[in-house]
Every structure is written in structure tokens, then in C-alpha cells.
């Protein structure tokens, strides 16, 4: 069976998690989970990076430190994750989905400004397959309109956009660590905060609400209870889990890349032929090919191909049912304008295994399969 992911595990891991717990540190904040957060500040130039328990948790730090009321609009689009919608729902928010454009199935930016209200506080785009959204469009309406921006860029650690990581562009920037992405300690994400009044905030919303980040700079005598807060620290054996990654991200990255442009030239000329459509990089994007997809026909088609591949002990999956077509998106959000891409490209959509170090012989096999289905 050829899965559609495996998580990576690159060698150190037992090293350094074995290092975590002679450290006698293995809570928040240790070792590791420093070396996570700096390495990612310096990398990807960015204020601050929090390692949190999650992407989701990221998310949900960032929708809180937004400060949203009941009432509140956020614009997002509804081909993501629920993950996106859940944080701003927590923070008491009203979703407003905004469609997608089809070559890179992020949200369409020339779209956004028709959907702001008076009631808008926040922009959420989401940088699908790790492919950036339109972000100089995005910040300047966001500018215009003074909208905070939270980057969910849980599958874009290591793309950029014009330069700029993915994540350090908004006010918010949200990566997940999660055993289906490019870097992974099983459950995991980091908030990175670019815009520099949020810091301590963050840092005690992080920390159950006490200025103890303070306390250990030494900058306050002791430490106390000083607004809401919760638990969003991430255990330093994950951290130690993930640094064996992070060190060699770069290795990682251009593994990834290499997968993904041997499918992309293999199957450009089924795209020439018009029989299926491939992921587009716009200028300006350099992706970190953390997904491969394809979009068919129709639906029909790709469930046959699903079928296909599954008989062929390949499993190739679809993605994002969209959320406003969902029992929750239809309670807390509607849909602005026409659902022109939203559910006619999500139909369509299916994506191919993609993970680091895929095996040569299973990649070809992946490859000879589709071009099978597709000859028939
Ligand atoms: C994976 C993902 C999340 C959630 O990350 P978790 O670490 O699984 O909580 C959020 N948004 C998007 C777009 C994702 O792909």
C-alpha cells in the first residue's frame, strides 16, 4: 500500500528526545522548544515565534489576541480547514466566507473588499497546498479598511511571498506541526507575532494568563495573575521531536520539491492534452511543495480515479468539503456573493501521496497508475 502521508522521522529524534529528559525539562519553554522558536525567528525573519500545542491552539491564540466581539466579522474562505473557522467562532465571531480563485484555490483577493462591513475586524487568507495568497493586495486592503490579518499558514512553514516567509507577512502568522505536514512533532503549530504590541500580551494568553515570561527576563519581581489566559505551551520532547527537522529543513524542503516536479512534468501533458488541471505558483511564490493535487473533469471523474487508485494500493485523497455547505459554516457564517470556484473546484480536487523521502518505485508506480486511468 502506497499511503497518501507518512510522518517524517529523520534520525535524531530519539537523541534529542532522550537529551529532553535527562534535561529533567520537559514542560513548556525548555531547551528545545528555545532552539524551535529562535531557529524560526531567524530563518524566517521574524518578531517572535511561540511554539504552541497546536495549529489549531495558534489560530485560537490569534483570534483571542485580536480581540474580537460578538458581532465581529472575519473574512476567510471556505475551502480550508475548520480549524480556521473554529478559533474565530471562539473568539465570538461571525464568519464571512469569501470565494477562491481556481489556480491556486486560495481566497480571491479582488474579492475581500466587496465583503467588508462595518462589522469587519479581520482578514484570514489561508495559504493553501503552501502557495502563498495575493498578500500585498490582502495587506493593503487591510490597511485601508484598518482590519487586523492573521495568516493561517499551517501548511506554508518555508514558502515564501515576494521574499517574505509565509506567516511573517500579517499581524498573525499560524504554523501546524502536525504529523500530515512538511515538519511535524505529532501534534504541534507556533504563533508568530509580527506586529510588536501583541507580544507580551501573547506571552501571558500563552502562559494562563501571568506575566511569568517577564518574571524569568527578570523584568517584573514576581510573577502574577494579570488578564485571561490558558495553556497553549507546546512539551519540550515534541519540540525535541521537530528540531531534529528544523535542523535540516533545507534537505527536507528540496526532498519535497523534487517529488513535486517529477509529478508536475510527468502529468503536464495530461494538462496540455486538457484532460486534468495542476496546481499553479503564481510569480512571486516559491512554495514548499507540502501538497500535490490534480482537479479532474468533475466529480464523477475523480471518484473514479480515487476508486482506481485504491484498487491499485494507492491512496490518493480529496480535500476540504467547503464550510459553508456544513452544518457548523451554515451556523456561524454565510457566503459572500457566488459560490463560483468554492464548490466546483473543491469537487474536483484530489491529491496525490506526497511526503518526504517517498520511494522511487512507489512515486513511479503513483505516476504510471494515473496515466493509466487518465489513457482509459
Ligand atoms: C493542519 C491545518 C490546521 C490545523 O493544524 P493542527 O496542527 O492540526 O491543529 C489549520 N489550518 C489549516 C489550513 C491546516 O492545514
Not at 491552539?57 to 475548520?82: H, N, Q, R, W, Y
Request: hydrophobic fraction near 40%.
Amino acid at each position: 500500500m502506497i499511503n497518501f502521508n507518512i510522518p517524517p522521522f529523520v534520525g535524531k529524534e530519539f537523541d534529542y528526545m532522550r537529551e529532553a529528559i535527562e534535561n529533567r525539562k520537559i514542560c513548556g519553554d525548555g531547551a528545545f522548544s528555545k532552539r524551535c522558536g529562535e531557529w524560526m525567528e531567524q530563518r524566517f525573519n521574524a518578531k517572535k515565534v511561540l511554539l504552541t500545542t497546536s495549529g489549531s491552539t495558534a489560530l485560537d491564540m490569534a483570534a483571542i489576541l485580536c480581540g474580537l466581539k460578538p458581532g465581529d466579522e472575519v473574512i476567510l474562505p471556505s475551502f480550508t480547514f475548520s480549524s480556521t473557522a473554529n478559533s474565530f467562532v471562539l473568539a465570538g465571531a461571525n464568519l464571512v466566507f469569501v470565494d477562491i480563485r481556481p489556480d491556486t484555490m486560495n481566497i480571491d483577493e479582488t474579492k475581500i473588499e466587496a465583503a467588508i462591513t462595518e462589522k469587519t475586524r479581520v482578514i484570514c487568507p489561508v495559504h493553501y497546498a503552501g502557495v502563498a495568497c495575493e498578500m500585498d493586495t490582502i495587506m493593503s486592503i487591510a490597511k485601508k479598511y484598518n482590519l487586523l490579518v492573521v495568516e493561517d499558514a499551517a501548511q506554508a512553514v518555508m514558502s515564501t511571498y515576494k521574499g517574505k516567509a509565509c506567516g511573517t507577512i500579517g499581524d498573525f502568522g499560524c504554523y501546524s506541526f502536525h504529523e500530515t505536514k512538511n515538519y511535524s512533532m505529532g501534534e504541534g503549530g507556533a504563533i508568530v507575532i509580527n506586529n510588536g504590541i501583541f507580544i507580551e500580551k501573547a506571552e501571558i494568553l500563552r502562559e494562563k494568563g501571568t506575566n511569568r515570561a517577564q518574571f524569568f527576563r527578570g523584568q517584573v519581581a514576581k510573577y502574577n495573575w494579570v488578564d485571561f489566559g490558558d495553556s497553549y505551551l507546546q512539551s519540550d520532547l515534541n519540540a525535541a521531536y521537530l528540531w531534529a527537522q528544523l535542523e535540516i529543513a533545507d534537505k527536507i524542503n528540496n526532498n519535497r520539491l523534487a517529488t513535486w516536479n517529477t509529478y508536475y512534468k510527468a502529468f503536464k501533458v495530461l494538462k496540455d492534452k486538457g484532460m486534468i488541471e495542476l496546481p499553479v505558483i503564481p510569480e512571486g511564490c516559491v512554495h514548499n511543495a507540502h501538497m500535490f493535487y490534480i482537479k479532474c473533469k468533475d466529480l464523477e471523474t475523480r471518484q473514479a480515479y480515487i476508486k482506481f487508485m485504491k484498487e491499485n494500493d494507492i491512496l490518493c485523497v480529496f480535500h476540504y468539503v467547503p464550510l459553508h455547505s456544513a452544518p457548523a459554516g451554515k451556523k456561524f457564517g454565510r457566503f459572500f456573493g457566488k459560490d463560483e470556484h468554492t464548490t466546483y473546484d473543491s469537487d474536483r480536487l484530489v491529491r496525490l501521496p506526497m511526503y518526504y523521502n517517498i520511494n522511487k518505485d512507489d512515486l513511479q508506480k503513483v505516476i504510471n497508475k494515473t496515466m493509466e486511468f487518465f489513457k482509459k
